[in-house]
Nanobody
């Protein structure tokens, strides 16, 4: 099973920025992030495939940007103009390049509050 090392997260004020990072233990077919807000289901918010194609949930388009480095098995999520409704636990996610296994990191809290 793929292991992820996540960093970033923490309390941030509305309108400010935050950056999440994730390193996978092996080569990935795609990497991205899910988030789970209090009382809600976990949802995918961004995904970038090895070939470069990218998906963004409408709620984060224009504010969040994912970047990946296939050679280093890393992904970063730049989150700008954060809103209180972005408050959630953010989980790094990805699929092993050499199998169909999809895995999640342990998650990091991102509270957006003044």
């Amino acid at each position: 099973q793929v292991q992820f090392v996540e960093s970033g997260g923490g309390l941030v004020q509305p309108g400010r920025s935050l950056r999440l990072s994730c390193t996978a233990s092996t080569s990935m077919y795609f990497m991205g992030w899910y988030r789970q807000a209090p009382g809600k289901e976990r949802e995918v918010i961004v995904r970038k495939f090895r070939g470069g194609s990218t998906f963004y949930k409408d709620a984060v388009k224009g504010r969040f940007t994912i970047s990946t480095d296939n050679a280093k098995n890393t992904a970063s999520l730049q989150m700008d103009n954060l809103k209180p409704e972005d408050t959630a636990v953010y989980y790094c996610n990805g699929q092993d390049l050499n199998s169909d296994n999809e895995s999640w990191g342990q998650g990091t809290q991102v509270p957006v509050s003044s």
